[in-house]
């Protein structure tokens, strides 16, 4: 068994994980990123849209160019090793921590480190996870896996598709399906709103007429070897509305029905997780709950824009940094909680005495919300919301003035809501 | 005429109803400010898109590369381009921005590389 030593090693080579190995090799400690595929990327190579970076680099790019923008700086330097096709199985942690990896080219390795970045990014929740009944023909796909067959196997999946959920994967699949010749009968929502993005029901569905069932879902699949059809049926005030069901006779189905957090190796080694999130509990320097293992990206909570994931992580990266320079103190750090209306806040831990960024989920959709930082009770900070919505993560910050404000409570707890 | 559309500007998407007679005259209701305007006034008189689509790769390290118009494209225009489109063929090397095909049907707007296409 090949035997190795880093500093820091990177699970997944996503943009998460290419942005946290950037700084942390640049601030001169050796890097090992360790990725499953052949290619470095991530979920970035298979999404050919547009609608990436508009904050980080003020351009208007598509996912694979966002993520050679990232390559190219990880491969000019000398302390990062990549290592593809490469999958970590198993971490034994302590000092230093080992951690085991199936590469094909190598076999088993070991890997000897003191600090882990988590960021193998999040699966799609399939058939399994929501229990649709009826049989069990070939043509069911999550929409994920739909765009790698269609953007990077260059497979089209059917003729004429239903797509379940109308979270933006699904609602970009149903524009990528009509422009490769399939026809889309229609996306049908639980909820009595879509939970992508309006850009994206404007431009990926009305733009082709397509029909968005809102507050419909699928009751029914036919078909003995292939899908012949569905049934989909309206819902009022949350009971099904058999009578009014009708049938859209389609030969495949695209599952648009969420994101989780992929942690199953996390949890097997013993990193707490947040049940909201899906991910890890986090300090204010995104460390987990097992000392030296970092996380960042969508292993840590969903994000919809890869601008954030890029901040997120280069920020998880000098926190690493600072732990192998041995001045991380997580003994200084205080919680953070979730209050009214918000579903969570990460990181779930603040630093009195430096900046700290939050991203935060809604649980309600309003124009004109406030944001209401507390402390003890007592509101610390506002900031006006023109629009929240549950799809669409909210930022905040909190600076060194803010949690100045003292209290003589030893806890000093924050609550974040939204009125 | 009357059309109700969602303005995308920016992500307080407020719910436009535009009316017009001539094109000369178009009226907004529902902005909440002047980019609400010229969006629906585009969206009525030249709605334009970005199209992103994929080209098959006669060899090279992937099977399918990404592409992408440089401008967003005349509406009207989309469905030739992607003809077009499907009927490429590239061979490596290719570098990102390369442009693939030149001022499509002489709208000025450019299709390009969106990933570089190494030889194996
Ligand atoms: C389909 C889709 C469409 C999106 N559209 C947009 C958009 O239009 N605009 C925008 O800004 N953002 C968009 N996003 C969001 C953004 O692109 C992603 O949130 C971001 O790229 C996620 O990066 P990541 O590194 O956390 O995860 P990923 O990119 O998923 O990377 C995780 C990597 O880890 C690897 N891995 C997993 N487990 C292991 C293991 N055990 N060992 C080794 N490697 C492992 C995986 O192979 C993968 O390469 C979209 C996301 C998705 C899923
Ligand atoms: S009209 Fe103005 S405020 Fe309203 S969605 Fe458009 S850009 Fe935003």
Redesign the interface.
């Known amino acids: 068994m090949i035997e190795k030593h880093y500093d820091a090693v990177v699970f997944g080579g996503g943009s998460a994980g290419l942005a946290a190995a950037v700084r942390i090799a640049g601030q001169g400690c050796s890097v090992a990123v360790l990725e499953r595929e052949n290619?470095l990327g991530g979920i970035l190579n298979q999404c050919?849209?547009?609608g990436f970076g508009i904050q980080r680099f003020k351009e208007?790019?598509?996912?694979?160019?966002y993520a050679?923008r990232f390559i190219e700086m990880v491969e000019e330097l000398d302390n990062v090793s990549i290592f593809l096709e490469t999958t970590a199985l198993e971490v034994t942690h302590g000092t230093p921590h080992s951690v085991f990896a199936y590469s094909k080219r190598y076999g088993v390795i070991k890997i000897e480190c003191r600090a882990i970045v988590l960021a193998m990014g999040c699966r799609e929740r399939n058939r399994g996870n929501i229990g649709i009944p009826g049989t069990r023909p070939a043509g069911v796909f999550t929409a994920g896996l739909a765009q790698r067959l269609?953007?990077?196997?260059?497979y089209i999946p059917g003729r004429r598709a239903v797509i379940l959920g109308s979270g933006d994967i699904g609602l970009i699949m149903a524009r990528r399906l009509t422009?490769v010749g399939v026809e889309v009968l229609g996306v049908i929502e639980i909820q009595g709103y879509p939970s992508g993005?309006?850009?994206n029901?404007?431009?990926c569905l009305?733009?082709f007429n397509i029909p968005l069932y809102l507050s419909h879902t699928l009751s029914e699949i036919r078909g003995k070897d292939r899908v012949t059809g569905v049934t989909v049926t309206p819902l009022q005030d949350g009971k099904t509305v058999t009578a009014k069901s009708f049938d859209l006779d389609c030969d495949t189905i695209l599952l648009s029905v969420g994101l989780i957090p992929d942690n199953e190796l996390s949890r097997k080694f013993g990193v707490s997780l947040n049940p909201e999130t899906g991910g890890p509990f986090v300090d204010a320097g995104l460390m987990s709950s097992v000392p030296g293992v970092f996380a960042c990206g969508n292993v840590l909570h969903v994000h919809d824009l890869v601008d954030y994931v890029s901040e997120e992580s280069e920020r998880c990266a000098s926190f690493v940094v600072e732990y192998l320079n041995g001045t991380y103190n997580p003994l200084l750090h205080h919680p953070i909680v979730s209050g009214a209306n918000v579903k969570y806040v990460i990181p779930n831990k603040y630093l009195p005495g430096m900046t700290n960024r939050f991203y935060l989920r809604s649980l309600i959709v309003k124009?004109k919300a406030e944001l209401v930082i507390s402390l003890e009770g007592e509101p610390l900070k506002r900031k006006n919301l023109?629009?929240v919505q549950p799809s669409?993560m909210v930022s905040f910050s909190l600076d060194e003035q803010d949690l100045s404000r003292g209290s003589e409570s030893r806890e000093k707890k924050l609550e974040v809501s939204i009125y | 005429m009357e059309r109700k559309?969602?303005c995308?500007s920016c992500?307080?998407?407020c719910r436009l109803t535009v009316t017009w007679e001539d094109e000369n005259d178009i009226a907004v209701k529902g902005n909440k400010c002047a980019k609400g305007e010229s969006y629906a006034q585009e969206e009525i008189l030249a709605p334009k898109?970005?199209?992103?689509?994929?080209v098959?790769a006669a060899t090279g390290?992937?099977?399918?590369l990404?592409v992408?118009t440089n401008l967003p494209m005349l509406?009207g225009y989309i469905p030739a381009l992607?003809n077009r489109i499907y009927k490429l063929e590239l061979r490596p090397p290719i570098v990102?921005g390369q442009v693939l095909l030149k001022n499509i049907e002489g709208t000025g707007v450019d299709l390009v590389a969106?990933?570089?296409l190494k030889k194996v």
């Open positions: 290619e050919i849209h547009n208007d790019l598509t996912g694979p160019e050679e269609i953007n990077i196997d260059g422009w993005l309006t850009r029901i404007v431009q009305n733009d124009n023109a629009h669409e | 559309m969602v995308i992500p307080l998407g898109r970005v199209v992103t689509a994929t098959r390290a992937v099977r399918r990404p992408k509406k992607l990102r969106t990933r570089n």
